[in-house]
Each structure stands twice: as structure tokens, then as C-alpha cells.
């Protein structure tokens, strides 16, 4: 359900507010969007907004989310791609998900589903978006890839449209990327591995973008045709752009053993995961992000942490 877009001066934006027949817990859903602390494309401000830069196909947008209530968000957009965002927004929220056929016997799942009925899945759409920054922390120390980020976006992107907050930054378009000199990303403590891809991505990105529009298992198969791009990129970027309740992180370095302590109160691998998991397709990925958001999943912690990795200086 939704109300129409109000256009009202160009610095108010457009607006629009949508609603659901159960609960959208709007901070707890956008999550993922947010690349850490500093993320030049993301901030949350003291009133409670959420504000976040992006490339719509129809043009740059900037744009603010904030709680109406329990089953309401409001919206306000600017820049050429506001019209476009503010159509597609019960779209990105799944508004229309049905989960009617989840019902966890866990009972730490099935607490957290009852618990935060807010939850949605994400479905932004945009495809290269999601892609850059998980690539960018394929291996690597989620630190390390955040810095990464930052410093390339801050060094390539450009302002958001409209009276956006301090520093909030749209990121390069793909064929900004695609620019980005070897030299650059080295500096950036990016990897020869992971530039190439972003690369190689960046080339054949409108294609890419295509995949929105499928299946998202048909979707993350594309992904996986670009040399770089595997199982666990591919669930991130499903994670964030397709909306995929299923779309769970295999390769992680943390997951499996954090499902397996969480769970079953002792460590599992991947393939043990990927099996104890089976019975909550095609609902996986929605079951970890409730563990995550109840305060649930966790593993103890054994030995020094594996070093951070500074490519920097080679």
C-alpha cells in the first residue's frame, strides 16, 4: 500500500509514504545498506533518518527514510532519480513478500521471528551497486574493505543531490570504476584479485543489471559468468539488490561457525550448515538476519585474530 508522490519545492523533494498490513521495521531492514562507520553513501542522523546516496537508471538520488509508525516508512527525494526510487520504494522494502511458508522449529529463530516481525528483505535493485562493495571484502578483513571503500568513494564520487547531511557522497558509476587506475586501487589497499574484478564487472555492467529482473537464483548464476564473482559474492549481492530471503553467505569466514555455536552450541563447516539449513529454504539468509538483529548469533572467541592485510607496501 502506499500514498502518492507529493512534489513539493525542489529542496523539499518529493515525498512519499508507504504502508504495510504487518510491521516494517525500517533500521533493522536497511541494514545491510550501510557499509560501517563513515560510509560516505550512507548516514543515519539524531532525528532518526536515514539518509543514503545511490544511481537510479533515471539519474542520481539522494534519499531520506524514516518510521511513521509501526507499519509505515516515510520518504523524501531528491535529484533526477528521486521519482524513480520513491515508485520502486515497497518495491526495496518487499512489501509484497509472502511468509506465509516460514515457520522455524528452532526455537532461538522462531523467538526472533516473533520477536521482530518488522523484518523485511531488501530489494534495491541495483545490481553494480551491491557488487563493488562486496567484492571489495571477498577474503579480506571487514575493516580493511571498509577503509577501501571510503577512500575510493570519497576519492571518485561525487556530491549527492540535495540538501543531503555533510559528506554524504553518490559512488562512481560503473564506468567510473572501470577508470580507476591498477595503481589507485593498490593504494587503496585493494588486491590486483578484487580491482580486476570490480573491472570486469564494471564493463559488462548494464547486463548485469538485468538480473534484477529474474529469479534470484537465475540472478546469481549470471553473477557467477563474471571471472571473480562466486557463491558468497554473489549471496551478498543477492542479499542486498534481489530481495533473496535465501540467499545465504557460503564461504564465509565467520557464518558457519557462528550458525553451528548459535544453534547447535558447537562449531559446524559449510557443507554441515548448508545441510542443517535445508529445512528453512527458501528462507536461510532471513533466518541469520534475525539471529543477527535479536543479538543471538555469536561464537567464542579462540586465539589471536588473523592479521589485517596491507597491500599498500608490496
Given amino acids: 500500500m502506499r500514498s502518492g508522490l507529493i512534489d513539493s519545492a525542489s529542496h523539499a523533494g518529493l515525498s512519499r509514504t508507504v504502508t504495510s498490513d504487518r510491521p516494517i521495521d525500517l533500521a533493522a531492514t536497511i541494514a545491510p545498506l550501510s557499509r560501517g562507520t563513515g560510509d560516505p553513501c550512507h548516514q543515519s ?36 532519480g528521486a521519482a524513480e526510487f520513491l515508485d520502486r520504494l515497497d518495491h526495496m522494502l518487499c512489501l509484497d513478500e509472502d511468509l506465509s511458508g516460514f515457520a522455524p522449529d528452532h526455537p532461538k529463530i522462531a523467538e526472533a521471528h516473533r520477536r521482530f516481525p ?8 541495483l545490481v553494480f551497486e551491491a557488487l563493488v562493495p562486496a567484492v571489495l571484502e571477498q577474503k579480506v578483513h571487514t575493516v580493511s574493505a571498509r577503509a577501501s571503500w571510503r577512500k575510493l568513494v570519497r576519492q571518485f564520487g561525487a556530491p549527492a543531490p540535495g540538501p543531503a547531511p555533510a559528506g554524504l557522497l553518490l559512488p562512481p558509476d560503473a564506468d567510473g570504476w572501470r577508470r580507476i587506475p591498477s595503481w589507485t ?51 551478498e549481492i543477492g542479499q542486498r539488490a534481489f530481495g533473496d530471503a535465501d540467499a545465504l553467505s557460503v564461504g564465509d569466514f565467520h557464518l ?4 553451528g555455536w548459535t544453534l547447535l552450541g558447537h562449531p559446524i563447516d559449510d557443507d554441515a550448515m ?38 599498500t607496501w608490496h
Fill in 274 to 311: 548448508v545441510e542443517y539449513l535445508k529445512p528453512l529454504r527458501p528462507h536461510r539468509y532471513r533466518a541469520v538476519r534475525l539471529l543477527e538483529i535479536s543479538g543471538q548469533a555469536h561464537k567464542p572467541k579462540f586465539g589471536p585474530r588473523t592479521p589485517l592485510t596491507d597491500h
Fill in 118 to 125: 518488522g523484518l523485511r528483505m531488501l530489494r534495491t535493485g
Fill in 185 to 235: 586501487f593498490h593504494r587503496a589497499n585493494v588486491g590486483p584479485q578484487r580491482a580486476q574484478t570490480i573491472v570486469r564487472a564494471a564493463r559488462v555492467a548494464s547486463s548485469l543489471e538485468q538480473s534484477a529482473g529474474v529469479d534470484p537464483a537465475e540472478a546469481a548464476r549470471r553473477l557467477r559468468t563474471v571471472p571473480g564473482i562466486g557463491v558468497w559474492t554473489a549471496a
Fill in 45 to 80: 542522523t539524531r532525528d532518526g533518518a536515514h539518509w543514503h546516496a545511490s544511481r537510479m537508471p533515471t539519474g542520481p538520488v539522494t534519499y531520506r527514510l524514516t518510521q511513521a509508525g509501526p507499519n509505515a516508512v516515510d520518504a523524501r527525494a531528491w535529484g533526477a
Fill in 256 to 259: 558457519a561457525a557462528i550458525v
